[in-house]
Antibody, heavy 119, light 110 residues
Framework: QVQLQESGPGLVTPSETLFLTCSVS?????????WGWFRQPPGKGLEWIAT???????YYNPSLKSRVTMSVDTSRNHFSLRLTSLTAADTAVYFC????????????WGKGTTVTVSS | QSALTQPASVSGSPGQSITISCTGT?????????VSWYQQRPGKAPKLIIY???NRPSGVSSRFSGSKSGNTASLTISGLQAEDEANYYC??????????FGGGTKLTVL
């Protein structure tokens, strides 16, 4: 059964860059599907950040596009998120998920990792 | 991009049915039959309960059903149970290959 696990720093300083990785187990990223990043600020709703295909094709939330880069490493079977110029508004639980290509639903989610932006 | 519109909260008694609406535009909900719904309990990851407007993943109770009319999708939960108390989010693909979520609806089982 496919599983996803997020990893990254719990605390990041304002203006710095966040790096998160999502490790996929029991399923090869190269076999298909899209892979996405999402976040949820404390007490608020879900927000889509970005999606990537194993070929490297990427789709970004227009509101975050200038600060986000998503990449995939098929040899390590994981994908990553880079978010620059962090502010307190980026404080959130970050989730990774498997996404059905062209249909926009996420059938498998990671448990999430909390990221706090604070000095 | 702004969120799809959902009611902030709904409530119902055990055994009753409730419906949560999700209103978008002709660029998202109205454009495709690619609306999905997620259940999220506090401190947990979202769980897919409906995809492609009305399909249920394996293992999801038949008490959950979905529909769509024009730019508005709906999630209905029948035979309400205490365990259904959670936050519910809709999501739609858009005509720009992006994803848009609803603001979320808190379901309270009285």
């Amino acid at each position: 059964q496919v599983q996803l696990q997020e990893s990254g720093p719990g605390l990041v300083t304002p203006s710095e860059t966040l790096f998160l990785t999502c490790s996929v187990s029991d399923y090869s990223i190269s076999n298909g599907y899209y892979w996405g990043w999402f976040r949820q600020p404390p007490g608020k709703g879900l927000e889509w950040i970005a999606t990537i295909y194993h070929s490297g094709d990427t789709y970004y939330n227009p509101s975050l596009k200038s600060r986000v880069t998503m990449s995939v490493d098929t040899s390590r079977n994981h994908f990553s998120l880079r978010l620059t110029s962090l502010t307190a508004a980026d404080t959130a639980v970050y989730f990774c998920a498997r996404e059905m290509p062209g249909e926009g639903y996420m059938d498998v989610w990671g448990k999430g990792t909390t990221v706090t932006v604070s000095s | 991009q702004s969120a799809l519109t959902q009611p902030a909260s709904v409530s119902g008694s055990p055994g009753q049915s409730i419906t949560i609406s999700c209103t978008g535009t002709t660029s998202d909900v109205g454009a495709y039959n690619y609306v999905s719904w997620y259940q999220q309990r506090p401190g947990k990851a979202p769980k897919l309960i409906i995809y492609n407007v009305r399909n249920r993943p394996s293992g999801v109770s038949s008490r959950f059903s979905g529909s769509k009319s024009g730019n508005t999708a709906s999630l209905t939960i029948s035979g309400l149970q205490a365990e259904d108390e959670a936050n519910y989010y809709c999501c739609s693909i858009t005509n720009r290959n992006t994803l848009r979520f609803g603001g979320g609806t808190k379901l309270t089982v009285l």
